[in-house]
């Protein structure tokens, strides 16, 4: 190798990432859990998955189905950087959506 990085493209489609989300939340409750959790059970190659990651999580977040949080505290998962964590929404457990 010659040093230079080689980029992964994400082979993973948003609809299996969003539905991967939304088990992930449904299994977990309230408890939370990091998106990178999610990367490591769709792919050995997980990294380059972060940003579509986050972004169908924001997309959940939106309408409501998911929580996302910044130390504790609710968080768009688009506009703050560094470590999120995601969870089933207040919404969703009391709506019985499972």
Do not use: H, Y
């Not at 169908?56 to 506009?79: N, Y």
């Amino acid at each position: 190798m010659n040093g230079t990085k080689r980029t992964v493209q994400p082979s993973v489609s948003a609809s299996t990432i969003r539905a991967m989300l939304l088990r992930f939340a449904a299994e977990r409750g309230n408890k939370t859990f990091c998106p990178s959790e999610i990367a490591r059970a769709l792919t050995e190659e997980w990294r380059p998955l972060l940003p579509l990651i986050r972004k169908e999580g924001a997309r959940l977040v939106a309408q409501g189905r998911l929580r996302c949080t910044r130390r504790g505290e609710d968080c768009d998962p688009l506009s703050v950087g560094g470590p999120i964590r995601l969870a089933e929404s207040c919404r969703e457990s009391r709506s019985g959506t499972r």
